[in-house]
């Protein structure tokens, strides 16, 4: 299905293969809204590795289509997919991580939002050297969230988190300097903060090079493109620049960077994740306004015993104990009545939501994306309480005519008997950030559905958030 016209493999591990054709044969492969797309993507990488290096080891994958730099995927953890639950269900408990090969140290403080300096305090490292195997505790006291004690003023929670009042406001979405005991104020983690302060306040363009151009790209990186960070102003990173532009009117849309682009991307990075705190919830609000905290893993994932698109394990075939129930009783009945359902898509970590929306973004730009999936935390996929249902009438596609069909139409008027809501309803993107998705079901429990089918809203007007 991909075919790579050639390969090349770097000093570090890297294996770099070529893409064949132009970049819009390839934004085919992505069109419309099937999201197991990219996984089939992965499964030629691995194919064609697999068949063509079977004896080379390798940490990373990096897919190019000429200067295109079009994914960059870590292959051990490719190849370990099936046992990476288990690793992660470890952290949760005792607050350590299993270095794996292909680790770095910068990789894993990024990872769980934490400093270098701070990580190799409490591991007691003297340097930067890890090895895979290693244990290593993740300080869990720089959850990013300050709680306002009495007496306590902005400037001074700024002035201890080495951050503006200004840049509070924004990551806060504050309106005035006003705080009260007992609020929460998010504190970005100070990798962000690195990245957005050395931003240069000079001009810099095509053809330029050095540490302020790798310092542009790691703050488009940190919006969710994913472009190398070589130092290199190439056409790669002013296409992004562009891209970015192009969603602010206020912005010349030139490819340049300069001080107006370095006020939006420093605004746009701090806006970008407002995490929620009650994500265990079942009415947790996860949007593109709130997401998730990039470490959350619901507790209780199964399995749900209803029928799917597919037969093979997979992360995505994964719900919430309470709603994997919820769920086979809507498909039991809804068999009864002769209308079958098949699932598509549930749980999706958030390593997962970081690859799918990097490849979109690469190929169709930032807004594209944006419309169509969720940047990493956004989507409420992470809470393991939504599931994509598709039927044979529509090819089995997450498509907008699955409303027109029987099989929709039941999903539509019956979910909220058993606790779910069809989560994107249409006309209300303004409201939910999304386009209609009558695949997309969403559990918030019996009663609650019931009052929101009522009433017909979406969980954004029910929790009166907007
Ligand atoms: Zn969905």
Do not use: C
Request: no cysteine; hydrophobic share 35%.
């Amino acid at each position: 299905m991909y075919n790579f016209i050639g390969y090349k493999i770097e000093s570090d591990s890297t294996l770099i293969l070529y893409l064949e054709g132009d970049l819009s044969e390839f934004a085919k492969e992505f069109n419309g809204l099937e999201e197991n797309k990219s996984e089939r993507f992965e499964e030629g990488i691995l194919n064609y590795v697999k068949n063509n290096m079977p004896n080379i080891k390798f940490k990373t994958v990096k897919v190019m289509l000429g200067p295109l730099l079009i994914a960059s995927l870590p292959f051990s953890s490719m190849q370990a997919e099936a046992s990476s639950n288990v690793e992660k269900a470890q952290i949760q408990q005792d607050e350590a991580y299993i270095v794996k090969s292909g680790d770095t140290l910068y990789k894993i403080a990024n990872k769980f939002g934490v400093d270098i300096g701070e990580l190799k305090e409490i591991n007691n490292l003297s340097n930067n050297m890890i090895y895979p195997g290693q244990k290593l505790i993740i300080p869990q006291n720089l959850k990013g969230i300050y709680i306002v004690k009495y007496g306590d003023t902005l400037y001074e929670i700024s002035a201890k988190y080495n951050i503006s009042v200004e840049e509070l406001r924004i990551h806060n979405k504050l309106v005035s300097n006003m705080i009260y005991p007992g609020d929460e104020i998010y504190i970005p983690s100070s990798d962000i903060l690195q990245t957005i302060h050395k931003l240069s306040p000079g001009i810099i363009r095509l053809g330029h090079n050095g540490e302020d151009v790798k310092r542009v790209q790691r703050a488009l990186n940190t919006l969710g493109y994913i472009i190398k960070e070589s130092g290199e102003y190439d056409k790669t990173t002013e296409w992004a620049i562009k891209d970015f532009q192009s969603q602010y009117y206020k912005l010349m849309n030139d490819g340049v960077y300069g001080p107006n682009t370095r006020e939006y991307l420093i605004k746009a990075i701090l806006s970008d994740h407002r995490i929620v705190n009650n994500f265990s919830n079942t009415l947790v609000v996860v949007n593109k306004e709130y997401s998730l905290p990039f470490d959350y893993e619901p507790e209780n994932l199964v399995i749900p015993s209803v029928r799917f698109t597919f037969e093979e394990y997979d992360e995505k075939k994964l719900l919430r104990h309470d709603s994997a129930s919820a769920l086979k009783e809507l498909f039991i009945s809804a068999k009864k009545e002769g209308v079958i359902l098949y699932a598509q898509s549930g749980y999706r970590s958030y390593d997962r939501q970081r690859q799918i929306f990097g490849i979109k973004t690469m190929t169709r730009g930032m807004t594209e994306a944006n419309r169509f999936s969720a940047k990493a935390g956004e989507s409420e996929h992470q809470t393991g309480l939504a599931m994509d249902i598709t039927s044979e009438s529509v090819g089995f596609r997450l498509s907008q005519n699955f409303g027109e069909t029987k099989e929709g139409k039941w999903l539509k008027e019956n979910s909220y008997k058993f606790g779910f809501i069809i989560r994107y309803p249409k006309g209300k993107e303004r409201v939910t950030g999304y386009q209609y998705e009558p695949w997309h079901i969403r559990y918030v429990g019996k009663d609650i559905a019931k009052e929101i089918d009522d009433k017909e809203l979406t969980l954004e007007e029910y929790m009166n958030i907007k």
